[in-house]
């Protein structure tokens, strides 16, 4: 156990009271453990975009805005948004563009229109979730796994390998906790630690699966570039999607009533 400065309990953001981002309680492999560490420190911002809580309004939009997205199988309008939180059009709008800020969301250039919400996306990403009743587009293999963790639910993810394009597919237990299906079950998750700024136009497209090691290793070797990042068998990858995306639609602790129940 190493106590250095990028312990793992320091490198998380209280994203409302007593909900903490990642969640490293949902870490119990050292592969997941390395991906989230080398992913913090390594993502120079990310934590930092995170790190101060958003005001209440812009949660309550934020959570607004997932819900919807996955009820009705696309992201809201703006009016939607500002009917469902009671807030004025024009508060919407700031609202959007300073979770656009924090990397929580992406908008059509110069408009209020959602193109991604993590780990949400509008484009065919090649990462379909079935969620319910729609088929959705994540933003990369860890975000379509997170999905479950994070709405409480199973899902399945229908997905091909980077390198030959076989399909891959990958279906959940016990809300995202575990592992229902998967095949191949030899299928492996690269998960990319390059982020600069935005996660969906520079890692995201570089996590992802792969039927094999066999083809993995033959990818990472074929880039121009050697990428950074950490091999995660697919239960791993899991993880790290629980970690990342279950505490985003969390409740908030109410210290005050914990204070009573201890009274
Ligand atoms: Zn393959």
């Known amino acids: 156990m190493t106590s250095d400065a990028n312990s793992p309990d320091e490198l998380a953001a209280e994203i409302r009271p007593g909900v903490f981002r990642p969640d490293w309680s949902l870490v119990t492999t050292e ?3 390395q991906a989230l560490a080398g ?13 101060k809580p958003l005001h209440p309004h812009a949660d309550l939009v934020w959570q607004t805005l997932l819900r919807t997205f996955v009820r009705e199988g696309r992201p809201p309008r703006l009016a939607e948004i500002a009917a469902e939180t009671d807030l004025s059009p024009e508060s919407v709008t700031v609202i959007l563009r300073e979770l656009e800020k924090r990397d929580l969301i992406g908008l059509e250039p110069g408009t209020d229109t959602i193109r991604f919400a993590y780990p949400w996306s509008t484009q ?6 079935s969620f319910g009743a729609h088929n959705l587009w994540a933003l990369c293999a860890i975000d379509a796994l997170a999905t479950a963790p994070m709405y409480r639910t199973d899902v399945s993810v229908h997905s091909a390998c980077a390198a030959c394009a076989c399909k891959v597919y990958v279906a959940t237990a016990l809300h ?3 592992l229902r299906t998967m ?5 492996v998750v690269w998960y990319d630690f390059s982020y600069t700024g935005s996660a969906a136009a520079s890692c995201c497209p570089s996590i992802t699966f792969f039927c094999s090691d066999e083809h993995l290793r033959a990818w990472l070797k074929s ?8 091999r995660l068998s697919v239960a791993e990858a899991l993880e790290v999607g629980g970690a990342i995306f279950g505490p985003v639609l969390a409740e908030a602790t109410d210290f005050r009533q914990v204070a009573e129940s201890l009274a």
């Open 176 to 178: 995202g906790r575990a």
């Open 39 to 51: 992913r913090v420190p390594g993502s120079a911002g990310l934590l930092e975009r995170w790190s």
């Open 183 to 187: 095949s191949p079950p030899e299928a």
């Open 31 to 33: 592969a997941a453990r």
């Open 223 to 230: 880039q121009p570039r050697q990428p950074e990042g950490v």
């Open 124 to 129: 065919r990403t090649g990462h379909r979730v």
